[in-house]
């Protein structure tokens, strides 16, 4: 499997002082479906922003597409070609919908990539439907941003990621604050892009959705570092692991009119006994 | 794991009854202002929609013709003149399916601010020298306001009030005419049209993104000041509430400054390298050239009209 991500060492503080990743060291095959679990300030968002040649490492190096990424190469004045390769080729959906929804209307917001990629607007329009449609948001074509619902919002971003027809998806929490029919239609269409064969990386503290979207998960730990980097299975199966980076915890809840208290965490068919407390 | 008295309950009977204590706070005043805000933005999107005259013309050449229309109208200085280039402005709204009560309304709520401040000093001998209308004051030979020396009597001129009249009736034409290109035309579709007249690419996709955020930036807002009002048990002093105010908006400009970062990295996400690229989705027909051709025509006559080069 040929490597598209290459992180060597890589730390990354916020102004020098606050420590978001610490000697984070990981690979990413093209094609991979890849979770990176954490719990919140853990440094998932700041990985893929790194990922996402957004942000650059404070000390460490980050290699994409076997070139390292660097603010002297990214951030010039003058176009470049490797960046706008890299533009094309991985898509972000953002955590906060409203930082990446801009335009006036959501045909706008969506035609703003494939504008950006020197397309004939004939072309851009034809994407732009063919999107809205693929996502069933063609009536909200004219709509304005500040007007739409979180789940609609959330819509719109991926369809204006997707229209770019990028190789690689980075997504920030994409399930967070969805209802559960726009959570399994997001993992629907994970999964459908996964077996397309794009590469989908998902940082998550949703549990319950990673064995079905990834095969590989990354647990960040509150210290900033990878704890764990394997199979989702054998992560979902490690309580030891998921208790000590904060991800499950001890819980009482009632079933019924019994109370009891058990270690909780969203994963389908977790296993408990009753007590009669 | 909850303390001791946290588990105490005790719901009776309220001793105090719900009374009216005055005039509406200032957290109540901004929401009130907020949600004001936000139904007049409703308001002239929904006309924009109508199927009206004016919403049917291509928002370029209703732009240039409107432009042409407020360049003449600033140039006119006969009453009658004025009058009428306002009564089509009227005429106009009535025909493009606008209510003509609210569209009056919107524009008279403007004039004592834009002209009023202007206008109501011309009106006395001080200013502009006249006949004398009506007395206001009496002061003597020698009255002086520090350095400036004042006329022995204080009185409206009729001169000062035909000039003031016919200001306020100029700028209340002009107003009447940029009201209606902006409550006949959705806002992204005017914005992108500034284009025609010169303004550059960057502006006006920086335009379009501000106006985009003032919603989100004023939810932001109007959250704050709900979360405030359901968490104010008792009136505080007023200093004490307007360092409040004071830090809201410290943090409301934070917050923004955050935002427009994640809003520049999340277009570089999408290919963005400087350069703005925005779809021209417009056509124009043969009555916006008709439209476009009539207005500037009018403009010319109005302006031929107030040089006194053609007399009617």
């Known amino acids: 499997m040929k490597t598209i991500f290459d992180l060597r060492n890589v730390s990354y503080s916020y102004v020098g002082k606050i420590d978001a990743l610490k000697d984070v060291s990981l690979k990413i095959g093209l094609g991979e479906h890849v979770s990176i679990i954490g719990s919140n300030g853990s440094g998932k968002s700041t990985l893929l922003a790194i990922l996402n040649g957004l942000i650059y490492p404070t000390s460490g190096d980050f290699y994409a597409f076997d070139n390292q990424i660097t603010e002297e190469v990214f951030d010039s004045i003058k176009d470049n070609e490797f960046r706008t390769y890299f533009r094309t080729k991985v898509g972000f959906v953002f955590q906060n919908s409203d930082v990446q929804l801009f335009s006036p209307t959501v045909f706008q917001e969506i035609a703003f990539g494939p504008l950006q990629l020197n397309i004939s607007p004939q072309e851009v329009t034809t994407r732009v439907e063919n999107v809205l449609e693929m996502m069933q948001i063609t009536k909200l074509r004219d709509r304005s941003p500040h007007t739409l619902s979180g789940g609609e919002k959330k819509k719109v971003c991926i369809a204006s990621v997707l229209v770019n027809n990028p190789d690689v998806l980075l997504l920030d929490e994409p399930s967070a604050g969805l209802d559960p029919r726009t959570q399994l239609w997001l993992v629907e269409l994970l999964q459908e892009l996964g077996a397309a064969g794009k590469t989908i990386i998902t940082a998550t503290h949703d549990l319950e959705i990673i064995d079905q979207i990834s095969k590989r998960a990354i647990v960040m730990g509150e210290d900033h570092r990878v704890k764990k980097d394997g199979p989702t299975i054998e992560v979902l199966d490690d309580m030891a692991l998921l208790l000590s980076v904060n991800l499950v915890h001890e819980h009482m809840h009632f079933h019924g009119k019994t109370v009891h208290e058990h270690i909780h965490a969203h994963i389908d068919g977790h296993k408990h006994e009753h007590g009669n407390n | ?312």
């Open chain 2, 1 to 312: 794991m909850i303390p001791d008295w946290m588990k105490e309950v005790e719901v009776g009977p309220c001793k105090c009854s719900a009374v009216h204590h005055g005039k509406k706070g200032f957290v109540g005043k901004t929401i009130d202002g907020i949600f004001g805000f936000l139904e007049e933005a409703f308001v002239s999107e929904s006309y924009s929609k109508r199927s009206g005259l004016l919403q049917g013309l291509d928002p370029r050449a209703k732009l240039v013709s409107i432009l042409a229309v407020v360049f003449a109208t600033s140039l006119i200085g006969d009453l009658k003149l004025l009058i009428f280039v306002y009564a089509l402005t009227l005429l106009f709204a009535y025909l493009s399916k606008i209510d003509v009560g609210f569209f009056i309304k919107r524009v008279w709520l403007f004039i004592p601010i834009f002209a009023g401040i202007i206008a109501t000093p011309m009106i006395f001998n001080i200013f502009i020298p006249g006949d004398p209308l009506i007395g206001v004051a009496y002061l003597g030979t020698g009255a002086h306001l520090g350095p400036l020396a004042l006329p022995d009597s204080i009185y409206i001129t009729r001169q000062g009030a035909v000039a003031a009249v016919i200001f306020t009736m100029r700028v209340a034409t002009c107003v009447s005419a940029v009201v209606l290109l902006f409550i006949t035309t959705p806002q992204q579709t005017l914005f992108k049209s500034l284009r025609t007249v010169g303004v550059p690419k960057v502006y006006v996709l920086t335009l379009e993104m501000a106006y985009r955020y003032i919603f989100l930036l004023m939810d932001l807002v109007r959250e704050m000041y709900v979360a405030k009002k359901a968490r104010t048990i008792k009136a505080r002093g007023i200093f004490e509430e307007q360092r409040w105010v004071g830090g809201r908006m410290g943090y409301t400009l934070i917050r923004s400054l955050d935002m427009s970062e994640k809003v520049h990295m999340a277009m570089l996400s999408r290919g963005f390298s400087g350069d703005v690229k925005i779809m021209q989705e417009f056509k124009m027909h043969n009555r916006d050239y008709v439209a476009g051709a009539m207005a500037i025509s009018l403009s010319v006559v109005l302006v031929l009209i107030s040089h006194n080069i053609i007399r009617i």
